[in-house]
């Protein structure tokens, strides 16, 4: 594992490159170029923060960054999970040519998708400290915590789906339908307490997608710190994807390059 992870670091250089191409070419020739990554998942917030306040009789200023935050952790889960299901398979020119780990193409996805998150999370934080700014202290520091933990869940998972995406075509929609159902499922738009109030509370305690939005909402949205639950679920989470990963990577990764 550890020669491993520095063959990944040599290639540094090279999955950079790739993940720089990824996002010049995400805005090529667009007026608005990387500031599309901030207004759509705003200008989507502000509808449906808009509908559901009527709808639920909430506070349209509180709603919103919920809505904000659970919209742009979901957008970067979704892209993760099913481009990480294709990662090989998009790079198998490169793969046919050079000797890297297999798992730099699956980094590369996840890197994309967290730089897109990191600059659609500057609305969350602007909002935030206008509509709640008793919220504002130092346990915003916390919510830092979210991306290197994202990305120890998301790489690991993008690369054990990209080693089952290159064997069977299917995945890729499948997973696109699961993703689906898991959204409705999830603290994404509502509440945790409305899933309480309807005696769901294993969709939220056992969610893995809540203990991490609560390490970026806690903070904004509550002025508090994260609970170690939080912090504990979400890193056994990415412990058992990166396990899992390991695993299958010793197995099928020499025989990848017969699927392409």
């Not at 996805?109 to 500057?122: K, N, Q, R």
């Not at 939080?230 to 899992?244: D, H, K, Q, V, W």
Request: charged share 10%; glycine share 4%.
């Amino acid at each position: 594992m550890i020669e491993y992870l520095k063959d990944v670091w040599t290639a540094r250089y090279f999955w950079t490159h790739l993940t720089m191409s990824d996002l010049r070419s995400r805005w090529r020739r667009s007026f608005f170029g990387m500031f599309w990554s901030v207004i759509q998942p705003l200008g989507l917030t502000l509808l449906v923060s808009f509908v559901f306040s009527r709808i639920f009789k909430i506070d349209f200023t509180s709603y919103a960054p919920y809505i904000l935050s659970g919209l742009i952790v979901w957008e970067f889960s979704v892209t993760c999970v099913v481009g990480g299901s294709l990662s090989f398979v998009q790079a198998d020119a490169y793969i046919k040519q050079c000797r890297h780990p297999l798992a730099i193409y699956s980094l590369r996805t996840m890197l994309t998708a967290l730089l897109v998150l990191i600059m659609a999370t500057g609305p969350l934080f602007v909002w935030a400290v206008i509509a709640m700014p008793q919220n504002f202290g130092i346990t915003w520091l916390a919510t830092v915590l979210i991306f290197p933990i994202l990305a120890l869940i998301m790489w690991p998972l993008a690369t054990l789906l990209a080693y089952i995406g290159v064997r069977f075509r299917d995945l890729p929609p499948a997973l696109s339908l699961v993703m689906q159902a898991l959204y409705f499922v999830s603290p994404v738009y509502f509440e945790t307490s409305m899933f309480r109030r309807g005696g769901l509370d294993a969709l939220v305690d056992y969610n893995p997608l809540y203990h991490v939005l609560q390490i970026l909402r806690a903070p904004l949205l509550e002025g508090q710190f994260p609970t170690l639950n939080n912090f504990l679920y979400s890193l056994g989470t990415a412990l058992i994807f990166t396990l899992l990963a390991c695993l299958a990577g010793r197995k099928v990764e020499k025989e990848v390059i017969f699927y392409l």
